[in-house]
């Protein structure tokens, strides 16, 4: 036989068969609140009869096997190796991208801030509505913000090559 038990907001399947079990007490204070227990010493409390609870342990947790930790100074023997002249050639390479990544965008923050105008946008004649002329702005705003935060990123990753 099964039943269901909620207390303080927990709803639990209790079954009838127990290996073993404590009394409970519901006590209630000079205020009204209702309060479980295990003992029931109190003025107020008195046993409640519940039915017996089956307590399931949980299974024990299965532990994976640790891998093989692979040292950062050794690879493989089949892993490719680059000379040092082809590594720093494309070493070389990715500076040069960078850098010319980071004046195109330099370059485009430069225009972006020239149409923003520092705040005074000029309005187009396509845009009759405030809330257009409005979108504009926000989107000029962010368009700056995102501009400055690739720029940020660039230097950053320009600064960590060796």
């Known amino acids: 036989m099964k039943y269901i038990l909620t207390v303080f907001g927990f709803t639990f399947l209790v079954a009838q068969h127990a290996v073993a079990q404590s009394d ?21 409390c008195k046993r409640v009869e519940l039915p017996y609870m089956n307590v399931v342990p949980a299974p024990a ?10 040292s950062a100074a050794s690879a493989p023997a089949s892993f490719p190796k680059v000379d040092d002249a082809t590594q720093k050639a494309r070493d070389s390479d990715r500076k040069q991208i960078l850098n010319e ?4 965008e330099e370059q485009k923050l430069a225009g972006l801030k020239k149409e923003y105008n520092g705040g005074d946008v ?4 396509e845009e009759r509505l405030p ?11 962010n ?3 995102r501009s400055e ?7 950053r990753e320009i600064g960590n090559l060796k």
């Open 149 to 155: 935060k690739n720029i940020e990123a660039l230097k």
């Open 61 to 70: 947790s299965v532990k994976k096997p640790a891998a093989p930790k692979a």
């Open 131 to 141: 809330a257009q002329y409005m979108e504009r702005v926000n989107n000029l705003k």
């Open 143 to 145: 368009d700056i913000a």
């Open 101 to 104: 990544e980071l004046k195109a």
């Open 24 to 44: 409970v007490y519901l006590c209630i204070d000079a205020n009204g609140k209702k309060e479980y227990r295990n003992v029931g010493n109190v003025k107020g």
């Open 122 to 125: 000029e309005r187009r004649p």
